[in-house]
């Protein structure tokens, strides 16, 4: 389950690019890693991110996982539905569906050349058969 | 909802009354003629109104629904789940030791000040320390009160030592308490044998390491054999050796951590004293320490002067840690038990604890893994993950099973280093037939189809609760 | 004397299936330098009646803090009801474990769940932990939430908070955590501060050490307006009953002891703190959490929640490293609450206060003595008194009082103040007593004998 379409890093985090505009998630192995998710710490809209740093927290019933940014950049849009205090909050749309409800933050990128960095879906699959 | 009990909240009616409070003989007074109009309570808090029959039978009924040690085998690893002597009990109920005011006039205190100084000078000998503080309640608050300790030691020295090291196998609150007292954390991995790294202790011992924390017996319950070199490495690197008592119940009479070269320990009063858990305290963490760490305990300390006993904070005490004394009718219970045995007794304590694991570890394993083989101290670690591999299940899955045949499970999931890990320690208080009923029910869990392990614990007041819906969305108090 | 089950045969028993001769051959890979070698220098050991009979002695030579004691400061004798021990001396509480495995403890996590319910209703917030070890370090949990949550690093710290809490957050904050600013008091009171945008929390105590009633409306808007939390420290939960819940006031923490409901004066330990926040703080909790949830079957049940915050997944990266609580003790106050009911709460408030009002003018015609405050207190007021108020204690002692506590030492500033306290179970002639011993201490200077 690994969209080829998308780019990934090493801590298990996808990456949806559309002009400057980064969306950012984790992957369907990193739920599966962490099970039920039951909360999500996410950047207010403002915040800048710098690439390597942890901008968050996505935490479930056993286990917390930082959130490293992938990319440098102004976070533009959090995902509504993963916000603890909304009344639509749905912690299981990163369960359920990681790379489309289950989206995280929307990032305007500062440095595009980062994303060749980046990792294509070929070469993330290689690192979920290492860990797996 | 079907319940098993319902809440005090749900049985409350109103104008029911439980038991009342004296009326007062001095002349009535209203709040409204002395407090001032915003700090007047407008609304009385909504506390449940009920009989006394309401309340104690609905404890009664709760307390029905829990394993305890008087009335189950609890082989936790890590905890010392040994049986807490009714006449400490007793004893911390003494009006004498109960109905005395903290700050009382010393003069008034002294029978209290003559105990605490004395269990002081016993867990020194114990450990092997100069000086002891009974101030800290509970092991995690041991650690941290060590470590302020050792971060004015440095200060005062005028060494800038910033971090702190702690095994991969260490309990949580070792890093906790350590980035809680401002120093950063550094993991050293175990060897194949379960010890510590001595290579990669090595490549991290520098002027900027404060402390190396460390079990011993290791949470594998394993005893560090290398301890002389490791505390000789670190001493020679300028840092300090702190010990976390939690499995002290090996070694009593036997090995101290004074002798091994450690600088600062502290003990559980509540695991390896007997005091007992109460469903998650109180406890107590009494700190030990020598050479010049003594100047930096918590103040003020019980102290004597000829025939009387009065308290004084060290020289460089680093201040307060808890209001008042500490735990003091803890303490009165750890003193119980330490006269109750004396020397020898203690002694036996550990021989027969070490026996124990020892005798259950051997029946245990090839039912199991057993992924650090040979002699074990007073706890050893399984791992379910034949079990996994074979028949998916998993230490969850024990440890649930073990409740249908009556058993508390051991600790799970901890140390983090074993996969699928099962930590038992049985403790020198478990007959023989006690023992052999949790082997046989062990034996017989893992032959089981693997669905009556998932399905388990089927013969308890719940089943597995969803703990997803509990941290989704929290209800942590029963509404208005 | 000892609890071991095992005969000579079990012993035989269990090393033969070890395969080793002795239980010494257990211990062989420990290095022959490490070995004790020699019996521990302990005093010997007592069976069972000698061990009572040694404790009875020992006990004995403490003076209990009876209807004459007007001792309070922090630590308060309330009348507790007798089923308090009988609840909490049941083996299945007693002895029972942290409830991490929710289906062998449902007694314990329901009745944390009740304790938990009943700091809330009591406080005025929204969620309250399973308990911390004590009022002191409960308000330093509080300081250290407030300053995670604001990022700000300054803390103002009013002088009437209890002098060994503020000694406690000291200790904590050394490390390099914050910045203590202490609040000063005008006539006993806290004065409203200037607060500065660097400001994570101000931190007041109601009623405040001196027994005086603080504010609480006025320096929780102090600490809001800035974007600090408001911290508000009760002491004495009984006060509750007829003082405001700080969360209708405007509190953002509320944090404290609740030894006085529910656990004996226990020469200062073990006591209960306890720890309640408004919702949006629930994340910064440190401590455990018991929830409502059902089982498979629908079957209500309860658990410990919000555990990944805790330090033993957590680790360093927990928002505290407390593991052990006061589990017990937070039991014993949730029995106690609920055999008093809002009613028998009352009562004591009221009875405490009547109390406290009757000394407080009966004192302060004692020739010499005089009060240091005019404002409202609740049950603990500020006697300023002709003499050492230590050596006052001393031969009020030697008479069987204990006269309450010498503040000298904690406020340079009252060195001749004496804080005095009166419960509902004190009597009039309690304080007729006191009276009469300071007038005639004063009139004829003690020699003060140890």
């Keep these: ?132 | 909802m079907k319940t098993c009990e319902s809440t005090l909240f749900e049985k409350s009616r109103p104008g029911r009354r439980g038991t009342m409070p004296p009326e007062t003989d001095c002349p009535k007074v209203q709040p409204e003629e002395l407090l001032p109009a915003a700090m007047l309570r407008q609304a009385p808090p909504t506390l449940p109104e009920l009989s006394e029959l309401d309340v104690l039978r609905h404890f009664t009924r709760l307390s029905q629904l829990n394993f305890s040690v008087d009335t189950h085998f609890y082989p936790l690893g890590s905890c010392t789940m040994k049986y807490n002597p009714r006449v400490n009990e007793k004893a911390a109920t003494l009006p004498g030791f109960s109905a005395i005011h903290p700050l009382q006039p010393e003069s008034t205190a002294q029978g209290a000040l003559a105990l605490m100084h004395s269990l002081q000078d016993c867990l020194a000998e114990i450990t092997g320390m100069e000086a002891i503080t009974l101030q800290p309640s509970a092991g995690a608050h041991g650690e941290i009160t060590a470590l302020f300790m050792i971060s004015r030691y440095f200060q005062d020295k005028g060494e800038k030592r910033t971090r702190v090291l702690v095994p991969d196998s260490s309990h949580g609150t070792n890093p906790a308490s350590a980035a809680l007292a401002g120093f950063e954390v550094v993991t050293i991995p175990s060897n194949a044998q379960g010890g510590v790294d001595l290579e990669a202790l090595r490549a991290h011992l520098d002027s900027s390491v404060a402390c190396l924390m460390l079990t011993n017996p290791s949470t594998l319950g394993l005893f560090e054999t290398g301890i002389e070199e490791i505390a000789s490495l670190v001493h020679e690197a300028g840092g300090l050796l702190y010990y976390d008592g939690a499995n002290m119940n090996a070694l009593m009479g036997l090995v101290r951590p004074g002798d091994m070269g450690f600088d600062l320990v502290h003990l559980n009063l509540h695991k390896t004293f007997s005091t007992p858990h109460g469903g998650g305290g109180p406890g107590a963490g009494p700190v030990g320490a020598r050479g010049e760490l003594v100047h930096y305990l918590p103040g003020p300390r019980v102290v004597r002067d000829g025939e009387i006993f009065r308290t004084e904070a060290p020289r460089k005490s680093i201040g307060r840690v808890r209001t008042f004394w500490g735990n003091f009718l803890v303490a009165v219970r750890a003193y119980a038990y330490i006269r109750t045995h004396g020397s020898q007794g203690l002694r036996e304590v550990s021989q027969a604890a070490v026996l124990a694991a020892n005798y259950m570890r051997v029946r245990l394993q090839g039912h199991f893994d057993l992924p650090y083989q040979g002699t074990c101290m007073h706890e050893f670690v399984l791992s379910a993950r034949n079990l996994k591999a074979a028949r998916g299940v998993r230490a969850t899955d024990v440890a649930k099973r073990l409740l249908d045949f009556g058993f508390h499970a051991p600790t799970i999931y901890f140390p983090l280093i074993v996969e699928e890990a099962l930590m038992i320690e049985p403790t020198e208080t478990e007959s023989l037939e006690t023992m052999d009923a949790f082997i046989e029910a062990m034996r017989t869990l893992a032959e089981e189809d693997p669905q009556t392990l998932h399905d388990a614990p089927q013969t308890r007041p719940v089943g597995r609760l969803d703990e997803t819906q509990a941290a989704r969305k929290p209800v942590l108090a029963w509404p208005e | 004397m000892s609890y071991l089950p095992h005969t000579q045969a079990d012993r035989e028993h269990m090393l033969e299936v070890v395969g080793v001769p002795s239980v010494e051959d257990l211990f062989a890979s420990i290095p022959p330098t490490l070995r004790l070698g020699r019996d521990l220098c302990l005093p010997e050991a007592l069976t069972e009646h000698d061990l009572l009979e040694h404790l009875g002695q020992m006990a004995s030579r403490n003076q209990e803090a009876t209807r004459s004691s007007f001792l309070g400061a922090g630590a308060y004798r309330h009348f507790v009801p007798t089923l308090v021990e009988t609840v909490t001396s049941r083996s299945e509480f007693l002895t029972a474990y942290t409830p991490y495995q929710a289906e062998a403890s449902q007694g314990t996590l329901q009745a944390i769940f009740e304790f938990q319910t009943m700091i809330c209703r009591l406080t005025g917030m929204d969620v309250a932990n399973a308990s911390v070890y004590d009022g002191g370090t409960a308000v330093t949990d509080a300081v250290l939430m407030a300053l995670a949550q604001t990022r700000r690093s300054k803390v103002l710290v009013s002088r009437g908070v209890h002098p060994h809490t503020r000694e406690i957050l000291s200790t904590y904050l050394a490390a390099g955590g914050g910045v203590v600013e202490e609040i000063p008091l005008h006539e006993g009171r806290t004065e409203v501060p200037q607060v500065g945008a660097d400001v994570a929390a101000v931190v007041v105590q109601v009623p405040n050490f001196l027994g005086q009633v603080e504010d609480g409306p006025a320096l929780c808007q102090a600490a809001r307006q800035a974007g600090a939390l408001a911290v508000v420290a009760v002491n004495d939960p009984v006060s509750l009953a007829v003082l405001e819940a700080p969360g209708a006031y405007g509190a953002d923490l509320v944090c404290g002891e609740a030894q006085p409901v529910g656990l004996p004066l226990s020469f200062g330990g073990p006591y209960v703190g306890f720890l309640a926040a408004r919702k949006d703080l629930l994340r910064r909790m440190p401590g455990r959490l018991v929830g409502l949830t059902a089982d498979g079957q629908g079957r209500r049940g309860f658990c410990l929640t919000l555990q990944a915050r805790e330090q033993h997944i957590r680790r360093e990266k927990a928002s505290s490293n407390i593991c052990s609580n006061q589990g017990l003790c937070a039991l014993a106050v949730t029995v106690h609450l609920a055999l008093l009911g809002p009613e028998g709460l009352r009562r004591c408030a009221l009875g405490s206060m009547s109390s406290a009002a009757f000394a407080r003018e009966r004192l302060a015609r004692v020739p010499g003595f005089s009060l240091a405050f005019s404002g409202a207190g609740f049950h603990e007021f500020v006697l300023r008194c002709p003499a050492p108020p230590e050596q006052l204690l001393e031969g009020l002692a030697e008479r069987g009082i204990l006269g309450g506590y010498a503040l000298g030492r904690d406020y340079p500033e009252l060195a001749d103040g004496l804080l005095v306290c009166c419960t509902e179970l004190t009597r009039r002639q309690d304080v007729e007593g006191l009276a009469l011993e300071l007038e005639a201490l004063v009139q004829a200077p003690v020699e003060v004998t140890r």
Excluded: C
């Design chain 1, 1 to 132: 389950m690994i969209p080829q379409d998308l780019k990934y890093t090493d801590e298990h985090e996808w990456i949806r690019l559309n002009a400057e505009i980064a969306e950012v998630g984790i992957t369907h192995f990193a739920q599966e890693q962490l099970g039920d998710i039951v909360y999500v710490e996410l950047p207010a809209v403002g915040t800048t991110l710098t690439r390597g740093q942890t901008f968050g927290v996505v935490e479930s019933v056993k286990t917390v996982s930082d959130l490293y940014a992938p990319v440098t950049g102004e976070v533009v849009e959090v995902n509504p539905e993963l916000l603890s205090e909304a009344d639509e909050f749905k912690p299981e749309l990163v369960n359920d569906d990681p790379f489309g409800q289950g989206w995280m933050v929307r990032v305007r990128l500062s440095d595009p050349s980062e994303v060749a960095g980046l990792l294509d879906a070929a070469a993330y699959k290689k690192i979920t058969e290492e860990a797996g």
